[in-house]
């Protein structure tokens, strides 16, 4: 199987690689847009600010390649947000894959949000083998909303959307490379998709 994390200089990607091949499979680093659309499954990392990484998908025409795909694609943490229409964070116009905005959570919370905390509401084969109130790893300050595309929630000052999903796109606000055996089987789904 061919994997492809994307790459654009979004942060991340080393681990993303090492869950990967703890899961016995190699991936690829690419911003080619013909080895992304060869690979079976793509990765969409991102950790860092919307409207830079934005930028730098547009510099590589990559915002024109990503919502083109047909494969499986899972965008991870910011790689998520940007699958979204739009973010608050530097006022971004996102990939416009899931219908929703991102938004910042309150003054009245600590922010971003870090640690472990629990999804519930499991709606896709993505949470397959993955129990209700299982824990994963988050750091954000921004987040999607509820939507017809929640596939898991998540709560910090409000319910919002740990995970969305639609068609052959999945995206998780946590980070499954860092979530210990839940995340590891997450990303085993995601693989096995």
């Avoid at 006022?91 to 922010?111: A, C, E, M, P």
Wanted: proline share 4%; with cysteine; net charge negative.
């Amino acid at each position: 199987m061919k994997i492809a994390i994307i790459n654009y200089g979004a942060g991340n990607i080393q681990s993303i690689k090492f869950a990967i091949k703890r899961l016995g499979y190699e991936a690829v680093l690419s911003e080619d847009a013909a080895e992304i659309q060869a690979a079976d499954k793509v990765i969409f990392p991102g950790v860092g600010e919307a409207s830079s990484a934005m930028e730098k998908l547009r510099h590589s025409t990559l915002d024109r390649l990503i919502p083109e795909l047909k494969q499986p694609v899972l965008g991870i943490c910011l790689g998520m947000q940007l699958m979204c229409n739009a973010s608050e964070e530097g006022h971004t116009k996102g990939l416009g894959i899931f219908d929703v905005d991102v938004v910042r959570f309150s003054d009245r919370v600590k922010v971003p949000q870090i640690g472990w905390n629990e999804i519930t509401n499991l709606r896709s084969p993505l949470f397959d083998a993955i129990p209700e109130k299982a824990h994963i790893y988050l750091v954000h300050s921004f987040y999607a909303p509820l939507c017809a595309e929640t596939i898991a929630a998540s709560e910090y000052e409000l319910t919002y959307s740990a995970a969305l999903g639609k068609d052959n796109f999945y995206g998780t606000q946590f980070h499954p490379e860092k979530s210990s055996g839940t995340g590891a089987q997450i990303l085993k789904n995601f693989l096995d998709l």
